[in-house]
C-alpha cells in the first residue's frame, strides 16, 4: 500500500500525488507501487525492496545524496499456536525533497506518526523525522520488553501452582523474542554510531542531542533485553532442576509402594505352593498368615517413611 502524507498548517494531511517536503509510506507495497516511486523520485529499486526482505540486516547505505537507513523494529507476532515478539526491518530513505518509509507490515510505531501523536514532528524536517522514528523504535523494545517481563512473572506464579507444558512452551517463546530483540538491538546500535558519524546526514544541535537520546534509550533496551534472557535463562534452568526432582520423587514414591505391595504377594506365594509349611495346618493359619503380611509391609513402610520415600 502506498500513502503520502505532508504535514501542512493545519496538521497532517494525505495526499493523492507527490509533493516535495512531502512522506512516502510504502507497507507490503506491490511491484507496481515500487516502480512508481522509484520512477517519480529517481531512488534505486534495490532501496525500496530492501527492507522488504525478513531477514535484511540493519545497515546505512549511501548514493550521491540519498541516505538509507535500515533498522530492526519489533512487533507483536500471532500465530494460531502462540503469541509472541518478533522484529521486521523498516527502512527510511532521507531523499532531498521526500522522506521514504518502506516496511513489510503495518507497525504501531509509523502509526503513531499517522495518529498526530507525536511533537514536534514535520515530513519536511527529515533528519528530525528520521531520529524521531529511530528514537519511537526504541521506546517501543522498552515497551515490549516491559510486556515480556510480566508475562514471564505471569507464567512463573503458574508454573508454581501447576507444572505444565504450556506453560514452559510459552517461557520457551518469551525466550527467543529475547534473543531476537538482543540481536536486532544491538545491529540498530551499530547503525546509529555510524549514523552519528556520518557527514552525509545533516544534523542541527536539536538532532545531535535526539540522536545521543535515541543511542541512550538503546543502550538501555541492550541491557534490559540481555538482564531479562540471564533471568529467564535461569529460571528455565530452576524449574528443569524441580521437574527432574520431582520425577525422582514421584519415581521413589512409587518404587516404595511397588516393594510394599510386593512383599504380602510373596509370603502368599511361599504358602500357596504344594509344600509343607510352618504353620500350615493350624486352624488360624489364614490369619497369621494375613498378620505376617501385613506386619511386614508396615515394617516395610515404616523404612520408606523414615527414609522420606513417601
Avoid at 510459552?170 to 558519524?197: E, G, I, Q
Avoid at 509370603?267 to 506386619?295: E, K, Q, R, W
Wanted: proline fraction near 4%; include cysteine; hydrophobic fraction near 45%.
Amino acid at each position: 500500500m502506498l500513502s503520502i502524507f505532508k504535514t501542512m498548517p493545519s496538521g497532517l494531511e494525505r495526499l493523492e500525488g507527490f509533493e516535495p517536503g512531502a512522506w512516502i509510506d510504502l507497507v507490503s507495497p506491490t511491484d507496481e507501487e515500487l516502480q512508481q516511486v522509484s520512477d517519480e523520485l529517481g531512488i534505486p529499486l534495490a532501496f525500496l525492496r530492501g527492507p522488504l526482505d525478513a531477514e535484511e540486516k540493519s545497515r546505512i547505505d549511501l548514493e550521491d545524496d540519498l541516505v538509507h537507513v535500515i533498522v530492526d523494529i519489533p512487533v507483536v507476532a500471532r500465530t494460531e499456536e502462540e503469541r509472541g515478539y518478533d522484529t521486521i526491518p523498516l527502512g527510511m530513505l532521507v531523499h532531498p525533497d521526500y522522506f521514504v518509509t518502506t516496511c513489510l507490515q503495518s507497525n504501531p510505531i509509523l502509526g503513531e506518526f499517522e495518529r498526530g501523536a507525536v511533537r514536534d514532528f514535520a515530513t519536511f524536517k527529515k533528519t528530525r523525522f528520521l531520529l524521531q522514528v529511530l528514537l519511537r523504535v526504541s521506546g517501543f523494545y522498552l515497551r515490549y520488553l516491559g510486556r515480556i517481563d510480566r508475562e514471564t512473572d505471569k507464567i512463573e506464579r503458574q508454573l508454581r501452582a501447576s507444572m505444565k507444558n504450556e506453560e514452559l512452551f510459552d517461557l520457551l517463546t518469551m525466550s527467543k523474542a529475547l534473543v531476537y530483540f538482543s540481536t536486532s538491538l544491538r545491529s540498530n546500535d551499530a547503525v546509529l554510531r555510524k549514523l552519528l558519524r556520518t557527514p552525509a546526514v545533516k544534523k542541527y544541535e536539536e538532532d545531535e542531542d535526539l540522536l545521543e537520546d535515541v543511542i541512550v534509550e538503546t543502550k538501555q533496551a541492550i541491557e534490559m533485553a540481555e538482564i531479562y534472557s540471564n533471568i529467564l535463562a535461569g529460571m528455565m534452568d530452576a524449574f528443569a532442576s524441580v521437574i527432574s526432582n520431582n520425577l525422582n520423587m514421584v519415581m521413589k514414591f512409587l518404587t516404595s509402594v511397588t516393594i510394599i505391595l510386593t512383599l504380602p504377594a510373596t509370603v502368599a506365594a511361599f504358602y500357596g505352593m504344594n509344600v509343607s509349611a510352618p504353620i500350615a495346618d493350624s486352624p488360624h493359619a489364614f490369619a497369621l498368615i494375613i498378620a505376617i503380611s501385613f506386619g511386614i509391609s508396615g515394617l516395610a513402610a515404616l523404612f520408606f517413611w523414615r527414609r522420606n520415600y513417601l
